[in-house]
């Protein structure tokens, strides 16, 4: 619980304090994006689980986006995710996603995009996943589409 009370309390001060700064993204925009998690706090064994995603996010503002994708998971159900992202400062973000399907979960966390080129970019994303009480670290790569 102190987690999700630190996460709320720098998002709300980030909120507050960014308003003015526009993310590299325009509205209107759509990054498509894949991934696989690296590290879990929840496994025991080297390669005991691995998980692969891909989401949609559609940016509605230069630093909010709203997101649809799926999760890959070998030896655990697969899995429907739908959330958002909130860029405070370009090029840090946040983002919360609903895992939806058996196994639902609730995942809250933050990331860091390093650009390539304006459209190519890398993303660094440590997730904290409430139901099953696990941390993720995830590598993938993006794509803008203007």
Do not use: C, W
């Amino acid at each position: 619980m102190k987690i999700i009370k630190g996460i709320v309390l720098i998002a709300s001060i980030l909120l507050i304090n960014t308003s003015k700064i526009q993310a590299q993204q325009a509205g209107g925009s759509f990054l498509v994006s894949a991934g696989m998690d690296l590290i879990r706090t929840d496994l025991y064994k080297i390669l005991e689980r691995a998980q692969f995603g891909a989401e949609v996010n559609y940016f509605y503002r230069h630093q909010l986006s709203f997101s649809g994708g799926y999760e890959y998971n070998i030896n655990h159900p697969n899995q429907v995710t739908a959330g958002l992202r909130y860029y405070p400062l370009e090029p840090l973000f946040l983002r919360a996603r609903a895992l939806l399907g058996n196994g639902a979960d609730l995942g809250l966390g933050a990331g860091y995009t390093y650009n390539l080129s304006y459209r190519f970019r890398v993303e660094g994303i440590t997730d904290y996943y409430v139901q099953r009480q696990a941390l993720g670290i995830r590598v993938g790569l993006a794509v803008l589409i203007n």
